[in-house]
């Protein structure tokens, strides 16, 4: 496998957040999504956003934007089989996805994931804490193409936990120690974006 073309999930609601997306809100100075995209370009073979609605708020980022191909706002599950149908048009074998509200995810998220792939090219990002439990970072993935088709009947038969899915494909496990503090920390509450602004200082 050469170079593995990266996916933003950006298409949740922010609900949270008080709706909008939640990428394009400023933490120390930049959008969150700004903060994902340098993390992410250097470890891929090209990015695109994966976002629903009017795709000219992100036109300035340069990148193609993704919509889900499954109506209803299903999960990031819709996210990771727009960017396979992306991939596949592309002539790609799998994406690796970080989630748009992010920013301090691992710089060798993709070199690591692509180690721990299982038997069918499918891995997830995980965190352990300080007492040794590992909690799994289902936003974060290296997805084969070769399994968009399952996945997009898995969707159509209402499937909507990624974790049922990828377990269901004996996905490998690539584990980062939450220490200083978890890499996979997301922002989903203003009350985030300060604690985010904080670990900018440590990140």
């Not at 997306?21 to 400023?26: F, I, Q, S």
């Not at 795709?55 to 934007?65: C, H, N, S, T, W």
């Not at 968009?148 to 209402?158: H, K, Q, T, V």
């Not at 997301?186 to 985030?192: A, I, L, S």
């Amino acid at each position: 496998m050469s170079g593995v073309p990266g996916v933003i999930l950006a298409g949740g609601l922010a609900t949270r957040m008080g709706g909008g997306d939640k990428g394009l809100r400023v933490v120390a100075g930049r959008r969150l999504i700004d903060h994902v995209i340098g993390r992410l370009e250097p470890q891929c073979a090209g990015l695109a956003i994966n976002a629903n609605g009017d795709p000219a708020r992100f036109a300035g980022f340069g990148l193609p934007v993704l919509a889900d191909s499954v109506a209803g706002y299903p999960g990031p599950l819709a996210g990771v089989l727009a960017g396979l149908d992306w991939a596949a048009a592309l002539g790609a074998e799998a994406i690796v996805t970080a989630a748009a509200d992010t920013p301090f995810f691992p710089g060798d998220l993709v070199v690591r994931l692509r180690a721990a792939a299982g038997p069918s090219g499918l891995a997830l990002a995980a965190s352990r804490d300080a007492l040794g439990q590992v909690r799994a970072q289902p936003t974060f993935g290296l997805w084969p193409v070769a399994l968009r088709e399952d996945l997009r009947a898995a969707l159509a038969g209402g499937l909507r936990k990624i974790v049922l899915w990828t377990e269901a494909h004996a996905a490998g496990l690539a584990v980062w120690d939450a220490a200083p503090f978890d890499p996979f920390f997301n922002v989903n509450t203003p009350e985030d974006i300060a604690a985010a602004e904080h670990l900018m200082g440590t990140a």
